[in-house]
Protein backbone atom coordinates (compact mmCIF):
# COMPACT_ATOMS: atom_id res chain seq x y z
CA UNK A 1 0.00 0.00 0.00
CA UNK A 2 2.88 2.51 0.96
CA UNK A 3 4.62 1.35 -2.44
CA UNK A 4 0.98 2.48 -4.48
CA UNK A 5 0.69 5.92 -2.48
CA UNK A 6 4.36 6.83 -3.26
CA UNK A 7 3.65 6.33 -7.21
CA UNK A 8 0.48 8.50 -6.98
CA UNK A 9 2.79 11.41 -5.42
CA UNK A 10 4.94 10.82 -8.69
CA UNK A 11 1.71 12.00 -10.66
CA UNK A 12 0.66 15.07 -11.44
CA UNK A 13 -2.00 15.88 -12.67
CA UNK A 14 -1.40 19.90 -13.58
CA UNK A 15 1.95 19.75 -14.65
CA UNK A 16 3.79 22.24 -12.29
CA UNK A 17 7.00 19.79 -13.47
CA UNK A 18 7.21 20.86 -17.47
CA UNK A 19 8.33 24.21 -16.70
CA UNK A 20 10.58 24.29 -19.36
CA UNK A 21 7.18 23.93 -22.01
CA UNK A 22 5.63 26.36 -20.18
CA UNK A 23 8.46 28.92 -20.62
CA UNK A 24 8.43 28.41 -24.40
CA UNK A 25 4.60 28.51 -24.12
CA UNK A 26 4.64 32.00 -22.84
CA UNK A 27 7.86 32.89 -25.34
CA UNK A 28 5.50 31.85 -28.47
CA UNK A 29 2.40 33.92 -26.43
CA UNK A 30 4.69 37.01 -25.91
CA UNK A 31 5.48 36.43 -29.97
CA UNK A 32 2.33 36.56 -30.94
CA UNK A 33 1.03 39.36 -29.26
CA UNK A 34 4.02 41.47 -30.34
CA UNK A 35 3.18 40.32 -33.83
CA UNK A 36 -0.36 41.18 -33.50
CA UNK A 37 0.32 44.50 -31.96
CA UNK A 38 2.80 44.96 -34.89
CA UNK A 39 -0.40 44.53 -37.19
CA UNK A 40 -2.87 46.25 -35.17
CA UNK A 41 -0.94 49.34 -35.00
CA UNK A 42 -0.38 49.28 -39.09
CA UNK A 43 -4.06 49.45 -39.87
CA UNK A 44 -5.54 52.82 -39.29
CA UNK A 45 -8.78 52.84 -37.02
CA UNK A 46 -11.98 53.71 -38.31
CA UNK A 47 -12.46 57.40 -38.62
CA UNK A 48 -15.80 58.59 -36.38
CA UNK A 49 -17.77 61.37 -38.97
CA UNK A 50 -21.18 63.17 -38.20
CA UNK A 51 -23.36 64.81 -40.88
CA UNK A 52 -24.20 68.29 -38.98
CA UNK A 53 -27.43 70.10 -40.83
CA UNK A 54 -26.74 73.77 -40.08
CA UNK A 55 -29.24 76.82 -39.97
CA UNK A 56 -27.81 80.02 -40.95
CA UNK A 57 -30.01 82.64 -39.98
CA UNK A 58 -29.44 86.75 -41.64
CA UNK A 59 -30.17 89.74 -39.71
CA UNK A 60 -33.41 90.63 -42.15
CA UNK A 61 -35.05 90.18 -45.78
CA UNK A 62 -32.29 92.56 -47.14
CA UNK A 63 -28.98 90.52 -46.26
CA UNK A 64 -27.90 89.13 -49.55
CA UNK A 65 -28.00 85.29 -49.12
CA UNK A 66 -25.44 83.82 -52.10
CA UNK A 67 -23.16 85.83 -50.43
CA UNK A 68 -24.05 84.33 -46.54
CA UNK A 69 -23.90 80.76 -48.96
CA UNK A 70 -20.64 82.00 -50.21
CA UNK A 71 -18.94 83.35 -46.70
CA UNK A 72 -20.00 79.70 -45.57
CA UNK A 73 -18.41 77.84 -47.86
CA UNK A 74 -15.66 79.09 -47.41
CA UNK A 75 -15.04 78.02 -44.65
CA UNK A 76 -12.03 75.39 -44.85
CA UNK A 77 -10.79 72.96 -42.40
CA UNK A 78 -9.22 69.60 -42.03
CA UNK A 79 -11.69 67.04 -42.33
CA UNK A 80 -14.60 69.26 -43.25
CA UNK A 81 -17.00 68.78 -46.42
CA UNK A 82 -20.04 71.01 -47.57
CA UNK A 83 -22.82 69.60 -49.11
CA UNK A 84 -25.75 70.40 -50.34
CA UNK A 85 -27.70 73.75 -49.19
CA UNK A 86 -31.34 75.21 -49.92
CA UNK A 87 -33.29 78.25 -48.40
CA UNK A 88 -35.75 78.14 -46.26
CA UNK A 89 -38.68 80.63 -45.53
CA UNK A 90 -39.04 81.86 -42.22
CA UNK A 91 -41.50 84.67 -42.22
CA UNK A 92 -42.29 88.10 -43.11
CA UNK A 93 -40.14 87.80 -46.32
CA UNK A 94 -37.04 86.45 -44.59
CA UNK A 95 -35.30 83.35 -45.48
CA UNK A 96 -32.82 81.01 -43.73
CA UNK A 97 -30.01 79.35 -44.88
CA UNK A 98 -29.80 75.27 -44.58
CA UNK A 99 -26.46 73.64 -45.18
CA UNK A 100 -25.16 70.12 -44.95
CA UNK A 101 -21.60 69.20 -44.39
CA UNK A 102 -19.52 66.19 -42.84
CA UNK A 103 -17.11 66.54 -39.89
CA UNK A 104 -14.38 64.42 -38.84
CA UNK A 105 -15.01 64.26 -35.11
CA UNK A 106 -11.84 64.61 -33.95
CA UNK A 107 -10.96 67.36 -36.07
CA UNK A 108 -13.79 69.68 -36.14
CA UNK A 109 -16.10 70.27 -33.48
CA UNK A 110 -19.30 71.92 -33.51
CA UNK A 111 -18.36 75.02 -31.14
CA UNK A 112 -15.35 75.80 -34.01
CA UNK A 113 -17.94 75.48 -36.72
CA UNK A 114 -20.67 77.58 -35.01
CA UNK A 115 -17.67 80.42 -34.38
CA UNK A 116 -16.30 80.58 -37.27
CA UNK A 117 -19.76 80.80 -39.35
CA UNK A 118 -20.69 83.77 -37.29
CA UNK A 119 -17.31 85.37 -37.88
CA UNK A 120 -19.22 86.44 -40.70
CA UNK A 121 -21.05 89.73 -38.81
CA UNK A 122 -22.43 91.19 -41.71
CA UNK A 123 -24.59 88.43 -42.81
CA UNK A 124 -25.21 85.93 -40.33
CA UNK A 125 -27.16 86.84 -37.25
CA UNK A 126 -27.04 82.61 -35.67
CA UNK A 127 -26.01 79.31 -36.49
CA UNK A 128 -28.33 76.52 -35.29
CA UNK A 129 -27.35 72.46 -35.34
CA UNK A 130 -31.05 71.59 -36.88
CA UNK A 131 -29.84 67.97 -37.36
CA UNK A 132 -26.75 65.96 -35.97
CA UNK A 133 -26.15 62.43 -36.89
CA UNK A 134 -23.19 60.15 -36.43
CA UNK A 135 -21.83 58.35 -39.38
Known amino acids: ?9 DIDLFGSDDEEEDQEAAKVREER ?7 KAKKPGLVAKSSILLDVKPWDDETDMAKMEECVRSIHMDGLVWGASKLVPVGYGIKKLQIQCVVEDEKVGT ?18 IAAFNKI
Do not use: G, M, N, P
Open 111 to 128: DILEEEITKFEDYVQSVD
Open 1 to 9: AVQEEEEDD
Open 33 to 39: LRQYAEK
